[in-house]
């Protein structure tokens, strides 16, 4: 379908090396092409559907976004009420969707919906929902701390008929889907913050060295050199989780190591960008130096693609660990 065929440490690869563009929302845009609206229907939609939408996404002629999360369902992705509804040989979708990156400007979006009235966990599906249908109302492009480079919409659905032929896989399937679709989202966005975390801390520590603070350079203090030192052993750790958890992909559930990866991510993020924006000093307040910018880009990483708290609860569920009734 016009990709190269290879195993998902090459995505890794990829967004390692798409960290080097010191901007968050570049390598977001990416992700979700790549990482997380089209795994689903790579591994589960029929020819027709792959010809269709996944064929023109990989050629980069389709921006694609995945309709998710919503107002009263973020992490609780069980939670969703957007409902799409079986007349004949359509679905008419009704509801809204919010926080959906990419979606001012989506050719189609990959849509988790509820397909029937039965358990949360199994009456959902993922449908293929072009963009430019009678019904879609893109309300707003949203306003954000960081990653603003990345649009990010609030979309309303009113009576949208989509043929029942757009359905990934089976229906009903769609939250098992998703949380497929889930773990590459977690594994390529903890790759993109690597790279930028490394960027930081270098720059830092030339800063620091430069900067002299009462006659000698802000480096020299044991305070700033050990902690850097502990961000940049940190860092390490995280990345080889990342290697780990990159190559145990392919044919093995890697939920368990990709949220461990995706929690450490998200924390270590913030560790490395308010300690390191401290001893910029002044400098680390204004909008002329790149700690500034990741400090607001990489605050997402515990939020976006399921909280710390949600990540927090699915690893104690796969360490059977969770309080029993």
């Known amino acids: 379908y016009g990709g190269m065929g290879l195993d998902f440490s090459y995505n890794t690869a990829v967004a390692e090396e798409l960290g080097n563009t010191r901007c968050g929302g570049i390598t977001m845009a990416i992700g979700v092409q790549a990482g997380m609206a089209t795994p689903a229907l790579t591994r589960f939609g029929s020819h027709e559907l792959k010809k269709q939408f996944l064929v023109p996404t990989i050629a980069g002629d389709f921006v694609v976004c995945f309709g998710i999360s919503e107002p009263g369902a973020g992490s609780d992705v069980a939670n969703i009420k957007t409902t799409a509804v079986r007349k004949g040989d359509e679905y008419v979708i009704n509801g809204g969707k919010m926080w959906i990156s990419s979606g001012s400007q989506a050719d189609w979006m990959c849509?988790?919906?509820?397909?029937?009235?039965?358990?949360?966990?199994?009456?959902?599906?993922?449908?293929?929902?072009?963009?430019?249908?009678?019904?879609?109302?893109?309300?707003?492009?949203?306003?954000?701390?960081?990653?603003?480079?990345?649009?990010?919409?609030q979309i309303f659905l009113e009576d949208v008929r989509v043929p029942c032929k757009n359905l990934i896989g089976e229906e009903g399937k769609g939250f098992t889907y998703?949380?497929?679709?889930?773990?590459?989202?977690?594994?390529?966005?903890?790759?993109?913050?690597?790279?930028?975390?490394?960027?930081?801390?270098?720059?830092?520590?030339?800063?620091?060295?430069?900067?002299?603070?009462?006659?000698?350079?802000?480096?020299?203090?044991?305070?700033?050199h050990f902690h850097l030192a502990e961000l940049a052993t940190e860092l390490e750790?995280?990345?080889?989780?990342?290697?780990?958890?990159?190559?145990?992909?392919?044919?093995?559930?890697?939920?368990?190591?990709?949220?461990?990866?995706?929690?450490?991510?998200?924390?270590?993020?913030?560790?490395?960008?308010?300690?390191?924006?401290?001893?910029?000093?002044?400098?680390?307040?204004?909008?002329?130096?790149?700690?500034?910018?990741?400090?607001?880009?990489?605050?997402?990483?515990?939020?976006?693609?399921?909280?710390?708290?949600?990540?927090?609860?699915?690893?104690?569920?796969?360490?059977?660990?969770?309080?029993?009734?």
């Open 111 to 153: 849509l988790l919906a509820n397909t029937s009235e039965g358990p949360p966990h199994r009456n959902k599906s993922l449908i293929c929902l072009p963009m430019n249908l009678p019904g879609i109302h893109i309300a707003k492009k949203i306003d954000k701390l960081g990653m603003r480079s990345s649009d990010t919409a």
């Open 178 to 224: 998703q949380n497929l679709q889930f773990q590459e989202e977690r594994l390529w966005a903890v790759a993109t913050a690597v790279k930028p975390m490394q960027t930081i801390i270098q720059e830092t520590t030339e800063y620091t060295w430069q900067q002299k603070v009462f006659g000698q350079p802000v480096l020299h203090n044991q305070t700033v």
């Open 237 to 325: 750790l995280l990345r080889s989780l990342l290697h780990r958890a990159a190559l145990y992909v392919e044919g093995n559930d890697v939920t368990k190591l990709a949220s461990m990866a995706k929690l450490k991510a998200g924390r270590l993020t913030r560790e490395v960008t308010d300690s390191c924006l401290q001893f910029w000093g002044g400098m680390g307040f204004t909008s002329e130096v790149l700690v500034s910018r990741f400090y607001r880009d990489f605050r997402l990483m515990s939020i976006g693609g399921g909280t710390d708290e949600t990540t927090l609860s699915i690893i104690c569920k796969h360490m059977d660990i969770l309080p029993r009734k």
